[in-house]
């Protein structure tokens, strides 16, 4: 019986290893999963830029094409304070953003927020 018991915590101290193994592996694969990402938004951006400044609205190749389009404007918070209260959100005090944005889109004037000016987006589809 101890025999049997003593190859049951060897197989849970094998498994525990392996365990200890994974989780770093996955530590170092997400840290991977990071970087491929913000290089992907990099070389993006570095299309959106390069087709914004040479005036190219579409970029057709065998397997994808990329478009610019004009963007949508964002809220640009200027002066906090001068919001008025109807766009406080009735919890801790916080800007009711996408009401202010709903109506500065339809056109209102509200003190203290404006709309920026728009960047143009990078749309890729692939085929």
Do not use: C
């Not at 290089?39 to 087709?51: C, G, L, S």
């Not at 478009?67 to 640009?76: E, T, V």
């Amino acid at each position: 019986m101890h025999e049997i018991l003593a190859a049951i915590v060897r197989a849970a101290l094998a498994d525990e290893a392996l365990a200890t193994g994974l989780k770093s592996r996955i530590a170092e694969m997400q840290e991977r999963l990071e970087r491929l990402q913000e290089r992907a938004t990099k070389r993006r951006q570095v299309v959106k830029d390069t087709m914004v400044e040479l005036d190219l609205k579409k970029l057709t190749a065998p397997d994808f094409s990329a478009s610019i389009r004009p963007g949508m404007p964002a809220l640009l918070v200027i002066d906090e304070a001068a919001v008025p209260s109807i766009y406080w959100e009735p919890r801790e005090p916080r800007l009711d953003r996408q009401g202010l944005l709903a109506e500065l889109k339809q056109g209102a004037e509200i003190t203290g927020v404006t709309l920026s000016n728009p960047e143009p987006v990078l749309s890729v589809r692939t085929k």
